[in-house]
């Protein structure tokens, strides 16, 4: 699997969890449950640990990124979307950390290893997505396209998804609840008071907990980099963030889903305000800089390099790099 | 949090998923789910991929190592039980990744990165622990013993578990079904097809699936570490792994538990039957070697380098060590 003949050189590798809460259930009956092969009695009602998040950091040996790097996955997501692709290349976790970034990446409250909570914790049922949704909702292609012989289906030309092996990104999907913002906004502030100043890098739903976390620590995010995601924001918070630079990068083909250019707009409207205000919401367009056949995982794709490059310039650009 | 002056130097590490299956969905209603602020109807009928593994890999440059070593984890948790232990020196993952061993951790069927499946396809409900339950069931102190207040916990004398970090324990828990062991099996045969020949070193509940595994692949699985688990097998199973050497480590005060005595009997019970056919099953209780206060946790306790030595001379000695 070793495509890089460069070894990464470590100062250190690990992870924590961060946040949570203690829970109370009672009134609930008394369980049997048959593990390991003998049946146990389990009382359901006392005290749990609810609501923590998982983060794993791996710090290079040469740093030269001036604070932490830190990357927020999407909806129905974990930070599995940062490590090696789905044809089994490099992903931004290694690639930032050669360019001398100390990264964590985090699995937020509910999803992969941070675990998940029981219903009288958390509201509502969580969203499973079956295999053909996200091929038309992320941009893979237009609605009729997918098919579940890889050899049929029809990416959008030029797509640098290697959709023959789509199943990969759909196996690194796990569930979402829809009523758990704030306890994932909870734990994210957390992680933000012990490990920043910092820049964050989200993607898709994380944009909007990355704007929260960049609000609620104007001085501490030295920078924010949306991949694909909605800031939501008014004259105000764009004040607040006057500091704090914001690049808002899009794939290609946004212009074929409503939901993404209608985000997209939005996001122009604040760059607007944000300007106004002395601030700085640069939003880059991939294929007007060349760069094409992107989708809303472009973390992932062929070309992952060359967008993990125009994040690098735009950090240099910023100062943030020694 | 780095405490190890030597730089980990790593030829690559990744991650990947491994197994799943497509299940059909039919007959439910349409849901109307608010995502992003936006209410959108979701179509629960269709095709899911679902029971696929997660799997990590640390690779160092300088590798001794005969095979790759596979870390798999116990009931409730995930293949954060190797990472950085709950006062945050390292775990096993980053001592064996020193000793030159390729680390494999993985996350189960249902754990973790893994993800997990809807009621349709995962039988019953999951098992959530309360704060106390580990407590006593895997040996930190005796019933009554425990407190919400870390310092008026009475753990047993010498207790190397770092007990007033016990909440970082709990927060490594996720929800657990005691119905999935035929997928979970299924992956983790589809990981040993994938990375062995190798050493498998498991823990609790992993240990069943383990000693399956070295059954289904004798000449691929050249050695077994159990960390305090239960085998499951009888005259046959043992000729058949006559050539697997396996190490089983049991901790302190397992005489107070009856579930980990009456295990450790059967095991010694197997371990007869494995010297009356040619193999070797190697039961240790630490403290016969005077290593005293380890719960069912030592991987992530105060002397874990220690026992990481026990189990490397070990494997040592069964020649699998440049």
Same sequence: chains 1, 2.
């Avoid at 990464?8 to 009134?27: C, K, N, P, Q, T």
């Avoid at 048959?34 to 009382?43: C, F, N, R, V, Y």
């Avoid at 290893?113 to 053909?132: D, I, K, Q, S, Y």
């Avoid at 290697?162 to 199943?167: A, F, G, M, Q, S």
Wanted: charged fraction near 20%.
């Amino acid at each position: 699997m070793a495509q890089n003949k460069e070894p990464l050189v470590l100062r250190d590798m690990g992870s924590f969890h961060i946040g949570g809460r203690l829970a109370e259930i009672s009134g609930k009956p008394v369980r049997e449950v048959a593990i390991g092969g003998a049946t146990q009695k389990l009382d359901p009602n006392g005290s749990y640990l609810v609501e923590q998040m998982y983060v794993q950091y791996v710090l290079p040996q040469n740093r030269k990124g001036k604070v932490p790097l830190l990357m927020w996955h999407g909806g129905g997501f974990t930070g599995v979307t940062y490590e090696s692709t789905p044809d089994g290349r490099e992903g931004w976790l290694n690639m930032f950390v050669r360019k001398g970034w100390d990264v964590y990446v985090s699995d937020a409250v509910e999803r992969g290893r941070a675990g998940w909570a029981m219903p009288e914790v958390f509201e509502g049922e969580p969203v499973f997505l079956t295999v053909n949704v996200p091929w038309t909702a992320w941009r893979f292609g237009d609605p009729g396209t997918w098919d579940p012989d890889p050899a049929k289906r029809r990416p959008y030309p030029g797509s640098q998804f290697p959709v023959e092996v789509y199943d990969n990104l759909l196996k690194q999907l796990v569930p979402r609840w829809t009523t758990t913002n704030k306890p994932i906004m909870a734990a994210y502030n957390q992680l933000v008071d012990k490990v920043c100043p910092c820049v964050l890098l989200v993607h898709s739903q994380s944009s909007t907990f990355g704007y929260e976390a960049a609000l609620a620590n104007p001085d501490k995010v030295k920078a924010l980099v949306i991949v694909e995601g909605t800031i939501r924001g008014n004259a105000q918070t764009v004040a607040k963030l006057k500091n704090v630079p914001i690049l808002v990068l899009y794939g290609d083909n946004v212009d074929r889903s409503p939901m993404f250019s209608g985000q997209r707009k939005s996001n122009m409207e604040m760059a607007a305000l944000a300007k106004a205000a002395g601030g700085s919401i640069e939003i880059v367009n991939l294929p007007e800089v060349g760069i094409k056949g992107n989708t809303h995982f472009m973390m992932m794709e062929k070309n992952n390099a060359e967008i993990a490059d125009v994040i690098q310039k735009w950090l240099v650009g910023k100062g943030l790099v020694d």
